[in-house]
């Protein structure tokens, strides 16, 4: 019963594809459908963004940048909180030794 319905659908299948393959124009048909008209259309569409980047860029009006110092600028991330632990002075300071040879205690016990 199954082998049946299988022949039938691959049947029906294969009808489909020849049904669709005589309304398809095939390959050299395709060629012949105006080659210029492709390649023309491509052509002026390109020219025509080109134009209009150019024109764009030339009338756009020149503004000078805003000139930013970056020296000012601080900015703190949202999770910058996760980077603060207990005790983290200690790290971001140089410790200083006040030990000078002359308040060394250099005599042997």
Do not use: K, Y
């Not at 020219?47 to 756009?60: D, Q």
């Not at 000078?64 to 300071?93: H, I, K, Y």
């Amino acid at each position: 019963m199954i082998d049946q319905d299988d022949r039938d659908l691959r049947g029906a299948f294969e009808a489909l594809r020849r049904e669709a393959a005589a309304h398809t124009p095939g390959g050299a048909a395709r060629r012949r459908l105006v080659p210029g008209a492709r390649r023309r259309t491509l052509v002026l569409a390109t020219a025509a963004v080109l134009a209009g980047v150019a024109l764009v860029l030339v009338l756009t009006p020149h503004r000078p940048g805003v000139q930013l110092g970056l020296a000012s600028v601080r900015w703190e991330s949202p999770t910058d909180f996760l980077l603060r632990l207990p005790g983290d002075e200690l790290l971001r300071v140089v410790p200083r030794l006040d030990v000078t040879p002359s308040t060394i205690n250099w005599s042997i016990p």
